[in-house]
């Protein structure tokens, strides 16, 4: 990364979708490791003590019906693969951040075709489960990271292939 004064707006942006996606990575990570944690009837309980009073007053109210439809589907299966899943794509993303900070360059392509699968997934998802606002909001987010990742590999490889071409060879060195 280059210094700070010389930056764009662009290597800007993408400082800040790069903190982003590590603090959701970090997130991600913490999730997992609690679904991994609890009971789906533990979690079931907690979601219908919260919810009931709230229904009590509307019995229709739109957010509460559907929280409580949600937990009451919970099955230990489907906590086991969520879990399995944010904790694979938070790690997975993690590492691939920390090695964009190190400097190296593969990283860059890492990034863009790990978010590239999983924003994939996610549509997938999207088409046969319908559409979700969370979902769609972190799919629209991985873009981003795509399309901001990619300007700055290009740079970042143009730079290189430069300074590349103007450094002496080794032999030149010798010579």
Same mark, same amino acid.
């Given at each position: =990364? !280059? ?13 800040? &979708?790069?903190? %982003?996606?590590?603090?959701? +990575? %970090? ?8 679904? #991994? ?8 309980? !907690?979601?219908?003590? *919260? ?12 957010? &509460?019906?559907?929280? #409580? ?10 906590? *086991?693969?969520? +879990?399995?899943? =944010? #904790? ?5 993303? %993690?590492?691939?951040? =920390? ?5 190296? *360059?593969?990283? $860059?392509?890492? #990034?863009? +075709?790990?978010? +590239?699968?999983?924003?994939? $997934?996610?549509? $997938?998802? =999207? ?5 979700? &606002? ?22 970042? @490889?143009?730079?290189? !292939?430069?300074? @590349?071409?103007?450094?002496?060879? @080794?032999?030149? !060195?010798?010579?």
């Amino acid at each position: =990364m !280059r210094h700070l004064a010389t930056r764009t707006a662009t290597d800007k942006a993408f400082a800040i &979708a790069l903190v %982003l996606k590590a603090i959701d +990575a %970090l997130g991600e990570i913490a999730g997992s490791l609690w679904l #991994l944690l609890i009971d789906p009837r533990w979690l079931q309980g !907690r979601v219908a003590a *919260l919810v009931v009073p709230e229904l009590r007053e509307d019995p229709h109210d739109f957010v &509460a019906t559907h929280i #409580l439809r949600w937990a009451t589907h919970l099955k230990q299966h489907a906590v *086991l693969f969520a +879990a399995i899943y =944010m #904790l694979s794509h938070g790690v997975a993303k %993690l590492v691939v951040l =920390m090695e964009i900070v190190r400097g190296r *360059l593969w990283a $860059y392509p890492g #990034l863009i +075709a790990l978010t +590239a699968l999983f924003a994939a $997934y996610q549509l $997938y998802h =999207m088409t046969v489960a319908g559409l979700s &606002a969370g979902y769609l909001a972190v799919t629209l987010f991985d873009l981003l990271i795509i399309g901001l990742t990619t300007v700055e590999y290009l740079k970042l @490889r143009s730079h290189h !292939r430069r300074v @590349r071409r103007t450094s002496p060879t @080794r032999n030149d !060195r010798l010579g």
